[in-house]
């Protein structure tokens, strides 16, 4: 693998990483709503991070209604497309 293709496979990895920690700070910000300043900031950063990707694709794939619940289905689709285009860069 070139140099290119380990450096791409890194920063999707780190991506991909942020992606978990902002899913795993959502659920303790849902299940703990009197979290600290630390875990507002932490929260407001994998936001800051991930939202211009998961916003581009969200506008295209809007959050579907299931009753009085609305499941938004863009960040599954950004968090998979991230692990196959990591192992594409990886089998090259």
Do not use: C, K, Q, Y
Request: charged share 15%; hydrophobic share 65%; glycine share 10%.
């Amino acid at each position: 693998m070139n140099a290119v293709g380990a450096l791409l496979g890194l920063a999707l990895l780190i991506f991909e990483l942020i992606l978990v920690a902002r899913i795993v700070l959502d659920w303790v910000g849902v299940l703990a709503p009197a979290g600290g300043g630390g875990l507002v900031r932490a929260r407001g950063w994998t936001h800051a991070v991930t939202e211009p990707v998961i916003g581009r694709v969200r506008r295209v794939l809007p959050p579907m209604r299931v009753g009085p619940v609305a499941i938004d289905l863009a960040f599954t689709v950004v968090f998979l497309a991230v692990i196959v285009l990591r192992s594409i860069v990886l089998s090259l």
